[in-house]
């Protein structure tokens, strides 16, 4: 063999060399940007789940503020219905006392009218002497269940307490 064809074989075996350093390069570097590239879609993929995670969180805080909200409200008409129920009573106490006042005066009435039949506390009573159940209206005037005080004229007795009263 003679030097040159020593010479070309020496230099096809670098250019071999070369070609195969070349593509090896290339394939690494396509290696490299398909690396580069499936990082950069992991970290879009996890900046899309990142903003969905805060609208969750945002979806969650505004939920929980409107439990409490609607926590305070029920709380406010809760108190208020407490409030409501105390006045009531307050005030069905306060009728009820009148109410016991207003029947008394009319006891009171009733055992000094000479035209109805009372007993000595000044509860009405029927021929018999047995107290009647009263039942007053509005008016302030009593009525009772069955008798009436047109039935009383002049000279009916009550019995008091043993004693007779002329009416």
Same mark, same amino acid.
Request: overall charge negative; glycine content about 6%.
């Given at each position: 063999?003679?030097?040159?064809?020593?010479?070309?074989?020496?230099?096809?075996?670098?250019?071999?060399?070369?070609?195969?350093?070349?593509?090896?390069?290339?394939?690494?570097?396509?290696?490299?940007?398909?690396?580069?590239?499936?990082?950069?879609?992991?970290?879009?993929?996890?900046?899309?789940?990142?903003? &969905?995670? $805060?609208?969750? @969180?945002?979806?969650?805080? /505004? !939920?929980? +503020? =409107?439990?409490?909200?609607?926590? %305070? *409200? #029920? &709380?406010? $008409?809760?108190? @208020?219905?407490?409030?409501? /129920? !105390?006045? +009531? =009573?307050?005030?069905?106490?306060? %009728? *009820? #006392?009148?109410? $016991?006042?207003?029947?008394?005066?009319?006891?009171? !009435?009733?055992?000094?009218?000479?035209?109805?039949?009372?007993?000595?506390?000044?509860?009405?009573?029927?021929?018999?002497?047995?107290?009647?159940?009263?039942?007053?209206?509005?008016?302030?005037?009593?009525?009772?269940?069955?008798?009436?005080?047109?039935?009383?004229?002049?000279?009916?007795?009550?019995?008091?307490?043993?004693?007779?009263?002329?009416?």
């Amino acid at each position: 063999m003679t030097t040159s064809t020593i010479i070309w074989i020496i230099v096809a075996v670098i250019v071999v060399i070369a070609v195969i350093a070349l593509v090896m390069s290339r394939s690494r570097g396509r290696h490299v940007e398909a690396k580069r590239d499936k990082a950069a879609e992991i970290r879009q993929e996890a900046a899309e789940h990142d903003q &969905e995670l $805060r609208e969750r @969180e945002v979806s969650a805080t /505004e !939920a929980k +503020a =409107r439990s409490e909200l609607a926590r %305070a *409200e #029920a &709380e406010k $008409r809760r108190l @208020e219905a407490e409030r409501l /129920e !105390a006045e +009531a =009573r307050e005030h069905s106490g306060d %009728a *009820e #006392a009148v109410r $016991r006042e207003r029947d008394e005066r009319i006891r009171q !009435a009733d055992l000094h009218d000479p035209d109805v039949r009372t007993d000595k506390e000044g509860y009405r009573v029927d021929e018999d002497g047995n107290r009647l159940e009263e039942t007053r209206g509005t008016d302030g005037l009593g009525t009772e269940n069955h008798v009436n005080d047109r039935d009383y004229g002049t000279g009916a007795h009550e019995e008091t307490g043993g004693t007779t009263r002329d009416r």
